[in-house]
């Protein structure tokens, strides 16, 4: 039986409405909305309909009403931030729980996680009566594309999220996450990373379409040799984790990586090609990645690969199908299945977003003037996490400046940052280790 999404997400947050007794269903759907909208009307429903909104699931009335009342995210992100830490914590375990979600939300994450969450069910809300009708996740060619590649079981034991936030420039969906090495103790040590990325090489490296036990790891970590000694990668292990990061944290899932059509004439200058469905649209993603030793540098390089992408360099909007090389997809899907590829990239007032989006992976040196020795090991890790803190307040800020200076405020931007001991040499001694020279 399908999980009632909305019903969980009101159970979670029903205990912020409560004061000292228990809130009724209808009232705890009506803060939610109230909280969600600039001006809802308590009056749109009577308590009957509130109820049945929470056993049923939102509709499409409801997902009218509610943006005719005007959608206020920021209220709701607002109303979420006021709880308690405690209080986040016992809403994000519920979560985990009734969404059987892979790994708990971080508390400092749970207001961006709960508006994503009502957007999109508003979004599926709008399009029910669509959905009916059609059956695109049964389609062959969905089940191809639409599906993980990365292996990333072990994610959680390598990585900590620290933070994540938004950028003010970008007026559509975005997120920036800042990451540390697990166990946030300098010098970092990169033997899960390391263990991640060998999971994932041939992942990474061959081609959607193509069985990873027709391909064995040697094969995958001798053609990112030969791709490294092409001269086009700067940052193979930046590479790498944008794939990594952006199927399993956006779940942004790979059409090809530029590793894997080496032999293929580039139409474009991107690491990665990606599609992300999300409330209702489908993405397509440009990858780009930059390690260097200066946070500012990094941001600065990455700002500059992407300024090279063709839908930046005018004003007129270049479609997906325009990026996307079709060859690429024949090579990998036959002709058939790569022509319904395109199909789908083809922009419809509902499907389709009609501009480009980019994910994005930095990594950088860790400095900062706080004292990591004389102190317990917890709290060096404390004090590491207050200096990502601040990595991720200079990168936010850096990023508003290029995206305002470039209008990229209509694309959506992912991105993560991870700090290292030493950014350039680590990652090259880290894929030395891995794919040899």
Known sequence: ????????????????????ESVPIQDAVLVIFENYTKNWNAHNYQESNYKR?????LNRSAAHKLEKSGIAKDKFKDYINEASYSQKESISKYLLEKLQLKEEIPAESLAYYCVNLMSELVEEAKRK??????????????????????????????????????????????IIHAFVLKPELLPFSYTNLKDLMTSNITSYAIARGVSK??????QAANLLRKYAKSGIPNNLLGELLAYIFLEHEDNALKLYTRAEILKVKRTIDSEGIYLKRDQGKTQLILGASQLNNNLENAINNVVKKIATFDNNRSNEMVLATDIVDSSILQTQFGEDKSNAIIKLMAPTETDFEDIASYGIFIGYKFRTKLDLDDCTQEEAKEKCRQAINCDLEQAVGQLNIA???HHWQKSSFYVYLLPFTNAEQ???AIMKDLIGE
């Open 403 to 405: 995206i305002q200076q």
């Open 213 to 218: 036990t027709d391909v064995i790891g040697l």
């Open 1 to 20: 039986m399908a999980i009632n999404r909305f019903q969980v997400l009101v159970d979670a947050l029903k205990p912020l409405s409560e004061i000292d």
């Open 129 to 174: 009566k669509q959905l009916r009708k059609q059956k695109i996740p049964t389609k062959s060619e969905d089940k191809d594309i639409f599906t993980k590649t990365v292996s990333d079981e072990t994610f959680t034991t390598v990585f900590r999220q620290v933070n994540a936030s938004e950028m003010d420039a970008v007026k559509n969906r975005n």
């Open 426 to 428: 680590d990652s090259h």
């Open 53 to 57: 909104l929470y056993y049923k699931g």
